[in-house]
């Protein structure tokens, strides 16, 4: 089930990355409700600079090699991310 999920958002990603050169330019309503589809595989941003959602996603992959809940590592790591951005934007 869980790689059923994971292939059909992949898809539902690739479909719409695909439609940009298609559509001169997405619907507003339609850019709202996919801007959260993918973003773990947008760990980059602008050329190969890291983006803090590579730190979380990272510390919630130790957390789930180590056998900890699900839970704790999806809260892990949007601390990490909140306190990365937190530290960035302050400086």
């Known amino acids: 089930m869980t790689w059923l999920l994971i292939g059909g958002l992949a898809l539902a990603t690739f479909a719409l990355r695909g439609t940009g050169p298609i559509l001169p330019r997405i619907p507003e309503a339609l850019a709202q409700r996919t801007t959260g589809l993918a973003p773990a595989l947008q760990l980059v941003s602008g050329g190969w ?43």
Do not use: E, T
């Open 49 to 91: 600079h890291l983006d803090v959602k590579a730190a979380a996603a990272a510390v919630a992959a130790v957390l789930a090699a180590l056998r900890a809940p699900l839970l704790a590592s999806v809260i892990a790591g949007a601390a990490v991310a909140a306190g990365l951005r937190l530290l960035l934007h302050a400086a």
